[in-house]
């Protein structure tokens, strides 16, 4: 056989194309094209969406700065901002407990309830895709629990040191969550890959042992101790420290960017590893990055908020209902919509029984179960669950 | 409502299905925190109508020798009882305080005062060990409400195992109960004196902090989350009688996990910390507070501990918890006396 | 011209002493040894030829295509790929030669038919060098993989979601994708199992149209005989693991041959239009099978 030159004969190719198939005007042949064009995601519309999608979460986290034991109207919040970006904090003295009120208690939380709701849903998208199932979510592999584990000690031996402004619970339970990681991998890989299957087996287990000696520590527990315990584990978005803050983001910004650098391969991976594989994919080293990202930005997550639930598996089907399947797109966007949805659940968290708040955990899945039935019900799952 | 087509009528009956136990579940849900809200302001009117009578059981056809506890639950104990056990530490202070140690053959591990009680032998508290119950041969339970799991009593009822369930939630209720087994282990005599000692120390200083101003205080059970004693709860009373005013009086239950904005609002003066017998303050705890700069407590400097036993067990030594959180609250005002 | 052009001396795959089996961890404990599905496999793919894998079930056939895209590994032998080792290269550069369509596999991700196919422009992505592999599909991949879609007639469905589909447009996504890749090598898993008649001549005819024009070599599985007989220029014959017969379809298409491996009697006769063997099942009646003569 004649080895002839592939790209040269690309024009005469769509000629040839044609000639065996009378595919017709050059005008149908357009539209078939631009039909194809809508169907598979643009730079355009990735931008586009995003865009909007940032608007709607600014504009909701601006609302939200509204709500609490008083109402602050939206023009006196500006206008603390404002003079606290000029002036830094002590500019605002003028402005008495509101400023504070503000500045130290809403605003922190806002951000980091959009931090966290952010993270979740998109640990959520990754984790889905990694182990090809959709009703992963970031709690599956046991990681959260090894933190809780973590806090339940520290709890319980009064542990009570402050390293560089990060009080002792959050990291006490940070490195639950990374003994829990380790673990996990320790158990699920083999050979150097890491079958999925043994990981989401080796994930629920773990969980399962966890909760237990997580049981164990609160039946011991001094019971005046264990209020803590319990909200903890039912999730809480106290105000932290800006240094606090600062820190977490960056942590967050550099994991979540890792995922989203993924994402493409995770599109490929959902296919099937050999499927996947054949298109080129380092099937080993994705998973593997992927796992790892997922469960630091889990570990980290947990730590400073406890559990939240929901968030993290129903965001992103919802996301995927609306705007499909697309890693690229549904990754940053879920993360955009987790934060937005978990602002706005703990303002109604802080407000429906003021001055005392409901964990947030409660709102999560009271509010967002319905939602999902909705949607569930009216619009195209699109999901063989 | 809108439905895809194919399923039209099916489908609405679902969603109403679905809608209707969404409604059951919310429903639930406010029926319970209704509930509980409301418990909370019945207990004390009936509580106080009992010790408004000198703290003896308002029911004339009463028979001698049975008691009703909080459960309203009869008992009949023929001649006072020779083996008893002890389900908390507050219960376990009150017999040592009316006399009735010897006859304490079981107690909590958390039963360490007076120190003499760390002696006895130890059957559990949150879960009490039923076989190390049974084997101690008791002829009178006495265990705290909380804690106190249906099966568990069923089980001690089953043995015929005398239990009495005390459930105080007035600082009347914690005289009444003294006065109580003061009838109940034939040892009237000290237990009354010492509820009237109790009753007259509280008058005092009541009377001592009702013409002073009350500053407003904050009393910090946990700080991250921040949870805190509302109104219903014990120590909302002892902080009212010790002449301070609970700045988480807006809350609508006993234990409520505040918002910072409220206090940020309400500004406390004082911040009080339970804790336990050895510690102070733990510094993180601490370095928690004092970044809200803006708060009085923290500008002064006002940061309080008081040992958590003496508030937390509803015995005889909530007087002197009471002394502390009102010495704590008007330093200048209790310099002269002295606590035993 | 072609990259690989004089690379190989013309071959496209040479395999030396190819030995492969499933690897389960726990038969080391248990001592026993499970089975090779291939056992030292020796053989050539010239360069643009269509080559036809045949054999009864567990003969490793779908391991055998597995291997030539280094989906799988195996534990002995030597692959290579117009002259190069398999086992060195990298994984997109090997996309970027090999396309392997596997036997139908479920989805549970709503992906549109588009953009299934699109993904075959994964491994081109990579070594334009977008950022971080993170690229968007230009007009050039959206007009190869338009192509793709009409060579394979899936473009009126680009829209749909690929679980929302018949298996048979599946697979002709599938397919698409696979030609989307513009592969060198096409390695194909049961191409024709779930098709209708219309689409398995469809798909015949783009992958003898695509061999003549362009030199794309074929290497296609099938348990169809007669397909693989009329399409494929060599036939290998596997038997538990092994190469029974290795040549044009006149030398493998035997009654003598097909009753060794498959272990039944069949009758051997000339298609009518192509002169190439054509097998056929003994019918109902006790007549003795016989060969008609070359």
């Keep these: 056989m004649r080895i002839t030159g592939w790209k040269n004969e690309s024009s005469k190719e769509t000629e040839g194309s044609a000639a065996v198939f009378s595919v017709g005007n050059p005008v149908e042949q357009s539209t078939v094209t631009a039909s194809i064009e809508q169907s598979v995601l643009s730079a355009r519309r990735w931008v586009v969406t995003m865009l909007t999608l940032a608007v709607a979460s600014l504009l909701v986290m601006m609302a939200s700065l509204r709500f609490g034991a008083e109402e602050i109207g939206l023009a006196d919040s500006a206008r603390i901002l404002l003079q606290a970006l000029r002036y830094g904090e002590a500019g605002t003295d003028s402005f008495g407990s509101s400023g504070v009120i503000i500045l130290q208690v809403r605003l922190p939380r806002v951000l980091l309830g959009f931090m966290v709701g952010g993270s979740l849903a998109a640990v959520g998208v990754g984790l889905q895709a990694l182990l090809r199932n959709p009703l992963a979510d970031p709690y599956v592999l046991g990681i959260s629990s090894g933190a809780a584990l973590g806090a339940a000690v520290a709890i319980l031996f009064g542990i009570g040191t402050t390293v560089l402004a990060i009080t002792t619970l959050p990291l006490c339970a940070f490195v639950g969550g990374l003994m829990a990681i380790v673990i996990v991998y320790r158990v699920a890989a083999s050979y150097g890959r890491l079958p999925i299957h043994t990981l989401l087996l080796a994930g629920v287990i773990l969980n399962a042992i966890f909760s237990a000696f997580i049981m164990f520590i609160t039946s011991i527990m001094d019971p005046n101790r264990s209020f803590g315990m319990m909200f903890w584990l039912m999730g809480t978005l106290t105000a932290p420290s800006y240094p606090a803050m600062v820190a977490l983001v960056l942590y967050l910004v550099v994991g979540g960017s890792i995922l989203l650098w993924q994402t493409q391969s995770l599109n490929l991976l959902t296919l099937g590893e050999e499927s996947a594989r054949s298109l080129g994919v380092e099937v080993e080293t994705v998973k593997k990055t992927v796992f790892f990202t997922s469960a630091l930005l889990t570990g980290a997550v947990v730590s400073v908020s406890g559990m939240i639930g929901f968030v993290g598996m129903v965001i992103p089907h919802a996301v995927r209902m609306v705007i499909g399947a697309d890693h690229r797109l549904l990754l940053p966007a879920s993360a955009l919509v987790g934060g937005t949805f978990l602002v706005a659940a703990d303002t109604v968290a802080r407000t429906v029984l003021a001055p005392a708040e409901i964990p947030v955990g409660i709102v999560t899945a009271l509010g967002g179960g319905p939602l999902f039935i909705y949607l569930l019900l009216y619009r195209k799952s699109g999901l063989a669950l | 409502m809108l439905c895809r087509d194919q399923q039209t009528r099916r489908c609405s009956q679902e969603i109403r299905q679905i809608q209707a136990a969404w409604a059951c579940l919310i429903a639930t849900f406010l029926i319970a925190g209704l509930a509980q809200a409301h418990e909370g302001e019945q207990q004390p009117v009936k509580r106080r109508q009992q010790g408004i009578l000198t703290g003896m059981p308002f029911m004339a056809n009463l028979a001698p020798r049975t008691f009703v506890d909080d459960l309203d639950r009869k008992i009949y104990l023929a001649k006072a009882p020779t083996r008893i056990v002890s389900l908390a530490p507050s219960i376990t202070e009150v017999l040592y305080a009316i006399g009735s140690s010897e006859e304490l053959v079981g107690v909590t591990q958390y039963c360490d005062y007076p120190p003499e009680a760390r002696l006895k032998p130890k059957v559990g508290y949150t879960h009490p060990n039923l076989e190390s119950i049974v084997a101690l041969h008791p002829d009178l339970v006495l265990a705290p409400r909380e804690f106190l799991r249906a099966d568990f009593l069923g089980k001690l009822e089953q043995l015929k195992i005398s239990t009495f369930i005390f459930d105080a939630k007035t600082i009347e209720d914690v005289l009444s109960h003294i006065q109580t087994l003061g009838r109940m282990l034939g040892r009237s005599a000290s237990a009354d004196a010492l509820a009237a000692q109790m009753r007259q120390r509280i008058t005092e200083i009541k009377t001592r902090t009702a013409t002073l101003p009350h500053p407003r205080l904050l009393y910090v059970l946990n700080s991250e989350p921040l949870i805190t004693v509302g109104p219903g709860s014990f120590i909302d009373q002892l902080i009212k009688l010790a002449g301070g005013t609970n700045v988480a009086a807006r809350a609508k239950t006993p234990y409520p996990r505040l918002n910072m904005e409220e206090v940020l609002k309400e500004d406390p003066e004082l911040l009080i910390f339970p804790v336990g017998t050895a510690e102070g303050i733990p510094d993180s705890e601490q370095q928690v507070w004092k970044r809200w700069a803006t708060l009085s407590a923290v500008k002064h400097g006002r940061f309080h501990h008081i040992p958590s036993d003496l508030l937390n067990r509803p015995g005889p030594r909530i007087v002197q918890g009471l002394e502390t959180l009102a010495r704590t609250i008007h330093p200048n005002a209790f310099e002269d006396k002295q606590t035993p | ?294």
């Excluded at chain 3, 010239?46 to 989906?71: A, C, D, F, H, Y």
């Design chain 3, 1 to 294: 011209m072609r990259e690989t052009e004089g690379l190989g001396n013309g071959r496209a795959y040479r395999v030396e002493r190819l030995r492969f089996r499933y690897r389960h961890d726990r038969d080391k404990q248990f001592g026993k040894g499970n089975e090779w599905a291939l056992k030292g496999l020796r053989f050539e793919v010239q360069s643009g030829e269509v080559l036809g894998v045949i054999g009864p079930n567990g003969s490793g056939k779908t391991s055998l295509l597995k291997l030539l895209s280094r989906v799988l590994r195996p534990q002995e032998g030597e692959i290579y790929l117009f002259g190069s080792q398999l086992a060195e290269m990298s994984q997109d550069a090997i996309a970027r030669l090999v396309a392997l369509v596997p036997q139908d596999s479920r989805q549970i991700f709503p992906f549109t038919i588009a953009e299934t196919v699109m993904m075959g422009r994964f491994p081109h992505h990579r070594s334009r060098g977008r950022l971080f592999g993170f690229g968007w599909e230009g007009p050039e991949d959206i007009r190869l993989a338009t192509q793709a879609m009409k060579e394979t007639d899936v473009a009126h469905l680009a829209h749909r979601s690929i679980d929302n589909v018949s298996g048979g447009e599946r697979q002709r996504a599938i397919i698409a994708r696979a030609l989307t890749q513009q592969p060198q090598v096409l390695l194909l898993d049961e191409p024709t199992a779930f098709l209708d008649l219309n689409h398995q001549l469809e798909i015949c005819t783009i992958l003898r149209r695509l061999n003549e024009k362009r030199g794309l070599t074929v290497v296609l599985v099938s348990h169809d005989l007669n397909l693989a007989s009329q399409y494929c220029d060599r036939l290998m014959l596997l038997k538990e693991g092994e190469i029974f017969r290795l040549g044009p379809p006149e030398e493998v298409i035997r009654p003598d041959v097909l009753a060794a491996v498959y272990r039944c009697e069949v009758l051997v006769d000339r298609h009518p239009m192509s002169g190439l063997p054509r097998v056929t099942l003994p019918g109902r009646s006790p007549v003795r099978p016989h060969v008609t003569e070359q």
